[in-house]
């Protein structure tokens, strides 16, 4: 293989790596949400099982794509405003308009693509089209998870600026993938979300703060056990970020069955047939 092709080969792995939580994660986001719809949406929870399976579509996407790797992340503190001010431009128009197309396409999309896609299944509720309404929820579910995953929401997305390269992966599939049986959410009925696009915002900027905790929980691991390979580092690394992963997953998966009762909501309540999922 000639250097060229060594170098592409390597930068597609790491993009396809670096995407967002493990597919484990993104099963249990998705699948999770059905527990905390109220009772309106009782028909809509055999939804479950294919919330899960199409989880990582999303992901799947970006080796036809090319489109689709941009919506997975947003790397907020690359934003001088988000900085300053701890937010950014939201409306997308003058988002483009103040801080160019360019730089809105390199720090990714995923606030507006989750906002879109919230529009689409909005419009597949409308038209009741419950086939393609399952599959775009699964998407908005891919979507939201990655908005709590605190590596995605950072330029220093795998520790590559700290010291820490590879954290982005020991973090959201080895870790996770190690834990994911304790990962047990709490019971929750989830409310109509006013004002959608704002709301996503806000759980970015929230979610930022986890960056520096997370960077934390990897560094004192790696002293603890002096790797970040073996089970003692690994076993560390959950003791320091395990609570607030969990918060940080279940608290995906709420705001999703928040997003889906809303677009029900806002699609006009259509009446959910009987036998849906068989
Ligand atoms: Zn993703």
């Known amino acids: 293989m000639n250097s060229f092709l060594v170098r592409y080969s390597i930068l597609f792995a790491l993009f396809v790596c670096l995407c967002s939580w493990g597919e484990k994660a993104h099963r249990k986001i998705n699948s999770s949400c059905v527990e905390f719809f109220p009772k309106e949406l009782n028909q809509l929870k055999v939804w479950a099982p294919i919330l899960a399976d199409h989880g990582s579509d999303a992901d799947f996407r970006k080796k036809d794509d090319k489109t689709e790797f941009v919506k997975h992340f947003t790397d907020i503190d690359s934003y001088?405003?988000?900085?300053?001010?701890?937010?950014?431009?939201?409306?997308?128009?003058?988002?483009?308009l103040k801080y160019g197309n360019e730089k809105i396409k390199k720090e990714g999309t995923l606030p507006w693509t989750t906002d879109s896609t919230y529009n689409a299944l909005v419009q597949n509720f409308k038209?009741?089209?419950?086939?393609?309404?399952?599959?775009?929820?699964?998407?908005?579910?891919?979507?939201?998870?990655?908005?709590?995953?605190?590596?995605?929401?950072?330029?220093?997305?795998?520790?590559?600026?700290?010291?820490?390269?590879?954290?982005h992966r020991r973090y959201e599939e080895t870790m996770i993938d190690r834990n994911i049986d304790k990962?047990?959410?709490?019971?929750?009925?989830?409310?109509?979300?006013?004002?959608?696009?704002?709301?996503?915002?806000?759980?970015?900027?929230?979610?930022?703060?986890?960056?520096?905790?997370?960077?934390?929980?990897?560094?004192?691991?790696?002293?603890?056990?002096?790797?970040?390979?073996?089970?003692?580092?690994?076993?560390?690394?959950?003791?320091?970020?395990?609570?607030?992963?969990?918060?940080?997953?279940?608290?995906?998966?709420?705001?999703?069955?928040?997003?889906?009762y809303t677009a029900w909501l806002e699609a006009g309540k259509p009446k959910i047939p009987a036998g849906l999922g068989n």
């Open 80 to 96: 001088d405003d988000f900085n300053r001010t701890h937010r950014i431009e939201e409306d997308f128009e003058t988002a483009t």
């Open 127 to 167: 038209s009741e089209n419950w086939d393609q309404a399952v599959l775009t929820a699964a998407d908005l579910g891919h979507y939201v998870g990655d908005g709590f995953m605190p590596l995605h929401i950072t330029a220093n997305y795998d520790g590559q600026l700290s010291t820490q390269t590879g954290i």
């Open 183 to 260: 990962v047990q959410f709490k019971p929750f009925t989830c409310k109509k979300i006013n004002g959608v696009k704002s709301s996503i915002f806000g759980y970015l900027y929230a979610n930022h703060s986890y960056v520096s905790l997370l960077l934390k929980a990897d560094n004192q691991a790696y002293i603890e056990a002096g790797d970040q390979y073996s089970d003692r580092y690994y076993e560390s690394l959950w003791m320091e970020s395990g609570s607030f992963t969990i918060q940080l997953l279940e608290e995906s998966s709420k705001t999703l069955a928040g997003l889906i």
